[in-house]
Each structure stands twice: as structure tokens, then as C-alpha cells.
């Protein structure tokens, strides 16, 4: 925590060869994510990751709700079904539950609330961020091939209203801001036009007692990307011949956080440069990456510099 009262010394970067070297400036708040196109070298979109709480999946037979972890949000799941009868005592001692980054659907915080009839008609506890003080009641109704259906309320008031938001289509997620019960448009780019997502998220660590939920900054892939974490080449001894040998992961976080790891004795990141990351993006192509830095010139935290290359 001290490293956020002070400023900290620049690092010199590693040697570069032929790769393309890219530098994200996310702000020493992370609060600026970044949609990237390997195969174009370039940033395609920004957005803010504070501008959204709700994540509703486009795909025509989609029918995840994902929380935004990057402000802390989590979920207490009742065993109520009128909003009236919820109180702040159901929350009381319960773990507040965070999606898994890793993209496998099934373990999102809302679980399988389109299980049936009962499911639907459960009410969660959503807090907005990582206080636990703001909250809302939400139940999930309905899910179609065109839109969600659900309902929200507060722990004071009660019932509030019915929403309903359209699939959009052409994105991965449809987005709903919960402070003001509205859809937020242009969070993310069409999903055809970006590989990596430079984000804040949620992650909880189970190794912990209890487990902790942790908000992280680092890299999430495209749904429709693959990817493959190598600790033992050199960057520069990966080469096409290496892609039989990779076991390609659909799992969203595995160039995740952990890039980069938190000296406590020096109050500065250090890179892990044995990490190497193989992404087979959705037009097939093909290529390895590795981060470089974690500061920007003057030595200011939230700058992530990666290289990259093409190689198949």
C-alpha cells in the first residue's frame, strides 16, 4: 500500500529484438482498460472500469450475469423470493461471492440461477463495491435467444422495478449500470476486433483463510482466443515448431496477473521474465508475448509494457 504515497524508481526493461514493444498507460488507479488487436498492433478501444456493474453474455444461447470484480462487487445468494423480506442480516457473516476470471461460465457468482422455476424466482444480495455498505436485490427472471429479464430493489426500500436489456449481438457482453438502472454502451468493441483485455478484476484466493476476494490488475483474452503460459523457453527460442507442444487454454486469465509480483522490502513490482505467453487468436493467427515493465518513464506504476510477435 505504501507504494501508492510515493514516487517510485523507473526499472530498466529487459533487451528487445524484432518484436513490436507496446506501452498501456491504465493510470495509477487502473481505471482505464484497454481492448487490443495483436494482428494490428493497436489499441481498438478504451473504456472505464468503473462504468459498468452488470455483464449479461450476447452469444444467442447465452445466459451468464457477471459482476464487475474490478470494483469489488460480490453476491449473497437468499434463500427469499420477496424483495420486502430482505434484510441486512442475510448478508450478515456470508461470504460475498466473485465471478472466476477464467471465463468458464459456470462458475460465475450467480451460479445456475435459470436452473428452473425456483432458481428464477431466488433474490441475490449485490454489493457495488468492496465496502459491503452498497448494496441491491436482484432477481433473475428470464433469459431468451433476444434479452434478459430481472428485477431490482434495495434492503431500504424494497421492490423497485422490472428491467429488461437487449443482446447486443455483436459484443461479447451487454452492460447495465445498477446506480443508474440503465444499459451502458461502448464498454467493449465488437468481439470480432480484439484479442487482450487490459482490466481490473476480481480474483479470490482460496489458499487463504478464509478465502480472500481480491480486486487485481492484468490481462484477460477474447472468449474466442486461446492461450498457452510458457515458463520455460526463451522469449526469443519460441518459434513455430513449439505450437504442437502447447497445451491452449480457453480459459480467459491465463496471461492474467501474475505477470508480476509486489516487493514489499523495495515498494516496487518486479516482472517475472521466465514468462512467456503463446495466443492463438480467433483468425488463427499466432503469437508470443511477454512483459517487459510495469512503470512509465518516471517511474510511475500502472503502465504495463509488453512485446510480441507474430510467429505462425
Known amino acids: 500500500m505504501t507504494s501508492c504515497l510515493k514516487k517510485e524508481t523507473p526499472i530498466t526493461l529487459p533487451a528487445q529484438g524484432d518484436a513490436i514493444s507496446q506501452s498501456l498507460r491504465m493510470g495509477s ?15 481498438v478501444h478504451t473504456s472505464k472500469v468503473n462504468s459498468w456493474h452488470l455483464a449479461f453474455e450476447s452469444s444467442k444461447h447465452g445466459e451468464a450475469v457477471l459482476l464487475n470484480g474490478g470494483v469489488g462487487m460480490g453476491v449473497v445468494k437468499t434463500n427469499k423470493t420477496d424483495f420486502d423480506a430482505v434484510e441486512w442480516t442475510d448478508c450478515d457473516g456470508e461470504t460475498w461471492y466473485q465471478d472466476n476470471p477464467n471465463g468458464v ?23 457495488l463495491d468492496a465496502t459491503s455498505k452498497n448494496v441491491v436485490t436482484i432477481k433473475l427472471k428470464e433469459v431468451t435467444e433476444n434479452y434478459y429479464r430481472f428485477q431490482v430493489g434495495n434492503l431500504d426500500k424494497g421492490y423497485l422495478g422490472e428491467f429488461q436489456i437487449t443482446k447486443q449481438s455483436t459484443r461479447v457482453f451487454t452492460y447495465f449500470d445498477l446506480h443508474e438502472l440503465e444499459e451502458v454502451i461502448n464498454v467493449e468493441p465488437v468481439k470480432e476486433s480484439w484479442d487482450l483485455l487490459f482490466t481490473r478484476y476480481g480474483f479470490t484466493f482460496y489458499d487463504e483463510t478464509p478465502p480472500l476476494p481480491y480486486i487485481v490488475t492484468g490481462v484477460l483474452t477474447n472468449p474466442l482466443s486461446k492461450t498457452f503460459k510458457d515458463s520455460l523457453s526463451s522469449f526469443y527460442e519460441i518459434e513455430e515448431s513449439i505450437l504442437e507442444h502447447c497445451n491452449l487454454s480457453t480459459n480467459r486469465d491465463v496471461i492474467g496477473y501474475d505477470w508480476k509480483y509486489y516487493d514489499f522490502d523495495l515498494g516496487i513490482y518486479h516482472i517475472r521474465q521466465h514468462y512467456n505467453y503463446i495466443i492463438k487468436t480467433q483468425n488463427e493467427d499466432y503469437f508470443k508475448l511477454r512483459f517487459l515493465s510495469f512503470y512509465d518513464d518516471n517511474g510511475l506504476k500502472g503502465t504495463p509494457t509488453f512485446e510480441f510477435k507474430q510467429i505462425k
Not at 488507479?29 to 489499441?43: E, H, S
Not at 461460465?105 to 449485490?126: C, H, P, Q
Open 29 to 43: 488507479d487502473y481505471n482505464t482498460q484497454y481492448y487490443y488487436n495483436l494482428t494490428k498492433g493497436k489499441v
Open 105 to 127: 461460465l459456470e462458475e460465475v457468482a450467480f451460479g445456475d440461477w435459470n436452473a428452473d422455476a425456483m432458481s428464477r424466482d431466488k433474490i441475490y444480495i449485490v454489493r
